[in-house]
T-cell receptor, first 112, second 111 residues
Framework: DTAVSQTPKYLVTQMGNDKSIKCEQN?????MYWYKQDSKKFLKIMFS???????INETVPNRFSPKSPDKAHLNLHINSLELGDSAVYFC???????????FGPGTRLTVT | GQNIDQPTEMTATEGAIVQINCTYQ??????LFWYQQHAGEAPTFLSY????GLEEKGRFSSFLSRSKGYSYLLLKELQMKDSASYLC????????????FGKGTHLIIQP
């Protein structure tokens, strides 16, 4: 059983399109995150979501919107894709009162 | 602001010991983490320090000095599979409460 899974693993799309990346966890963790890792391998926090509270990193464009249909899922919707959105996106989870974050396998997004 | 610095690349020999340093300047501090990331894979947790001192876990140890804003990851008895990127990260607390990562150190193990 995969603890944190993401779909799709690869996504190639054109500029201007709208796309979604899904994240699912079966760990029962309370907080979920989205991170972006750019071409220089720099990993940056985008969002955290805990108990229906969304906290957004101030540098994230509002074209990005996470949506959580239930506690096990945190999906990432991206509108009007731009070339600079090309990156690997990682979902991560953490249990309350714990420090360790568990990362999903990543989704490589390529915008052409 | 926030700044986490670590060397871009290091090379070491199989069976040897290597120390990867990390310095940080962050607006808050709620723990320092080391993650390992093999190419094309997800980061995996190695260690966590929130108090000063050394934490040992098998072949891996991590040290923290909060007053100096400094940490290191020590890898002993290096194996070829230890070739990977090692990411230093700080949990600042507040805000999105995620981890703020350094740019990672690419460790190359030679036979």
């Amino acid at each position: 059983d995969t603890a944190v899974s993401q779909t799709p693993k690869y996504l190639v799309t054109q500029m201007g399109n709208d796309k979604s990346i899904k994240c699912e966890q079966n760990l029962g963790h309370d907080t979920m995150y989205w991170y972006k890792q750019d071409s220089k391998k720099f990993l940056k926090i985008m969002f955290s979501y805990n108990n229906k509270e969304l906290i957004i990193n101030e540098t994230v464009p509002n074209r990005f919107s996470p949506k959580s249909p239930d506690k096990a899922h945190l999906n990432l919707h991206i509108n009007s894709l731009e070339l600079g959105d090309s990156a690997v996106y990682f979902c991560a989870t953490r249990r309350d009162r714990s420090y360790e974050q568990y990362f999903g396998p990543g989704t490589r997004l390529t915008v052409t | 602001g926030q700044n986490i610095d670590q060397p871009t690349e290091m090379t070491a020999t199989e069976g040897a010991i290597v120390q990867i340093n990390c310095t940080y300047q962050t607006s808050g501090f709620n723990g320092l983490f080391w993650y390992q990331q093999h190419a094309g894979e997800a980061p995996t947790f190695l260690s966590y320090n929130v108090l000063d001192g050394l934490e040992e876990k098998g072949r891996f140890s991590s040290f923290l000095s909060r007053s100096k804003g400094y940490s290191y990851l020590l890898l002993k008895e290096l194996q070829m599979k230890d070739s990977a990127s090692y990411l230093c990260a700080v949990r600042e607390g507040g805000g999105a409460d995620g981890l703020t990562f350094g740019k990672g150190t690419h460790l190359i193990i030679q036979p």
